[in-house]
Each structure stands twice: as C-alpha cells, then as structure tokens.
C-alpha cells in the first residue's frame, strides 16, 4: 500500500484490505461473532462520512468556481470560446447533432460533461 499524503486514497485501500481479510477469516469459520455486525456498521458509518465530505468539496468547488468567473470577467479575462467555435456550434445544434456539439465544447474548453451540456443547452435556447 501506497500513501503520498496528498489525498484520502489510502481509505478505500484499507477498507478493501480489511473487508478481504475478514471474508476470509468467515469463510475458514474464523472469530465469526456479533462484532461483525459492528464492524460492517463501522464501515458504513465511514463511508458516509467520505461521502459527506465529497458532497461538501463539491459544493465548496462549485462556489470558488462561481467566484473565479465573476472575478475573470471584472479583470477582462477572455472567453475561452471563441465566434469561430460558437458557429460551429450553433451549425452543429441547428443540424440535430447535439451530442457532437457538446463533444466539441468539452475538446475546445476542457470542461466536464455537465458544464458543456448546459452551454449546449443555453445555445439551443437562443436558436429557438
């Protein structure tokens, strides 16, 4: 096991290792007894957890990433899209190929599925 001390990857290598190690302690007929229920609670109560701080990071991203467009467009930053590709994009819309719209927006921009999407989308309602 590996640990640069940078991220929280270490959690589900260790829980893994454990979950393996105690599969096969029960299937040999090994300290099979009631703190099993406790630890599989454990291990949910910790999983919860990680999937509460992902949800909190989440949202703490998507507030900074808010605060960075407003301040990008207060100093002049350019738009990463330019007329060219919104042409192409609005072709692309216009000729019923969403999906390659969004295709392009993500090469072009790097944004993730969900963000190009939208863009998509907010193009589509200007056409109509």
Do not use: C
Not at 30 to 50: F, M, P
Not at 55 to 84: F, M, W, Y
Not at 86 to 108: D, N, P, W
């Amino acid at each position: 096991m590996f640990y640069n001390g940078n991220s929280l990857d270490f959690i589900p290598i260790l829980l893994n290792e454990f979950i393996i190690k105690r599969t096969k302690e029960i299937l040999r007929g090994e300290h099979v007894s009631d703190l099993l229920i406790w630890e599989i609670l454990g291990i949910g109560t910790i999983l919860t957890s990680i999937i509460s701080a992902i949800s909190q990071l989440r949202s703490e991203l998507a507030r900074v990433n808010k605060t960075l467009n407003k301040i990008a467009l207060l100093i002049g930053v350019p738009d990463e899209v330019t007329e060219d590709v919104t042409e192409e994009l609005l072709s692309h819309i216009a000729e019923g190929k969403k999906i390659k719209a969004i295709k392009r927006y993500r090469m072009v921009t790097g944004h993730g599925l969900k963000e190009s999407k939208e863009y998509v989308d907010s193009l589509t309602k200007e056409i109509t």
